[in-house]
């Protein structure tokens, strides 16, 4: 395909309402449910902290520390997602509209949404390192260095640059890199599914309850295959606390680590956290994004989304 070609397919007006549908959804999504974001959090590296059900945990969380604490690290939050997503979507529809929509199968999606995934994990992995460190500040388990130096995301990224070096920004690539068979299979899922009840609605555009049902459908899946994964990024991410190991620790020694000391249920400590959090997020992400995007579409376009 020549350079014109390319740019024609990539650098569309279609492809940028993805983006942004995609980004503008996670957002609310996120905001939504951030509360069940933060329990996962507090769940997966507290150590000492007793894998509770969700809902005590919040209670727990309110009655010691206020209804505040819910909700710390919610903006960074937000504008590392809004960014991670704009990435992931763009370069997830950019791609799929350079093959062929005739030609539209599971293996195809697989394929975009991991190339998708590893491009978003090397260009936002900084902005997720910085909202863990301001997520779970003044938290006792937190690791010993100063987070009070920084509140934003930017000043964030200048303090670890400038204290702890460059590769500290990219604390927990690697787990997440290979978590990119989350979103990847996420959006596999999703895709076929819809394509499947588009099909047998012969065309006809499917209910809004649909698209939140095949969103929560499509994230339960992944994060089920993937959460030991997740468990381990977020502990690289935040910097481990375990005694025995060495500061820089890597995926398997943390993983082993994990296992020998908890057995296969540590691997999947603020599990059910996890699920209801990122199921219910994705859901209404889903939702709020097919809506955003036909509703803008229709303005565009004068005519339905295309495929």
């Known amino acids: 395909m020549g350079g014109s070609g390319y740019n024609r397919s990539i650098f569309t007006y279609e492809t940028l309402v993805h983006a942004i549908s995609g980004a503008a959804g996670s957002v609310v999504a996120m905001a939504t449910f951030f509360p069940l974001d933060t329990v996962r959090s507090r769940l997966q590296l507290e150590e000492g902290r007793e894998s509770k059900n969700t809902l005590a945990t919040i209670r727990e969380l309110t009655m010691k520390e206020g209804p505040y604490t819910l909700y710390r690290g919610m903006v960074p939050v937000l504008q590392s997602l809004c960014a991670s997503n704009f990435v992931y979507f763009y370069t997830f529809h950019g791609m799929k509209m350079l093959r062929t929509r005739r030609n539209q199968t599971a293996g195809n999606d697989l ?174 992400m889903f939702l709020a994004y097919e809506k955003i995007s036909r509703f803008v579409f229709r303005i565009l376009f004068h005519r339905p989304i295309l495929r």
């Open 111 to 284: 394929l975009v949404a991991s190339i998708a995934g590893v491009i978003n994990v090397l260009t936002t992995t900084p902005l997720w390192v910085v909202n863990t460190r301001l997520k779970m500040r003044g938290v006792g388990q937190a690791p010993e260095r100063n987070n009070n130096e920084y509140s934003t995301l930017y000043d964030g990224l200048l303090h670890i640059w400038k204290y702890e070096g460059l590769g500290s920004l990219w604390a927990g690539t690697l787990p997440s890199l290979m978590l990119v068979m989350n979103p990847a299979i996420q959006f596999m899922t999703y895709e076929s599914i819809k394509r499947k009840v588009t099909a047998s609605l012969h065309g006809s555009q499917p209910p809004a309850w649909m698209f939140f049902a095949i969103g929560a459908i499509a994230k339960a899946v992944a994060t089920a295959l993937t959460y030991p994964l997740q468990l381990v990024q977020t502990k690289l991410r935040h910097g481990h606390k375990y005694p025995n190991l060495p500061p820089k620790a890597g995926t398997l020694q943390i993983l082993l680590y994990i296992l020998k000391k908890h057995g296969i249920a540590g691997l999947y400590k603020g599990m059910e956290a996890k699920l209801l959090q990122t199921v219910l997020t994705a859901a209404l």
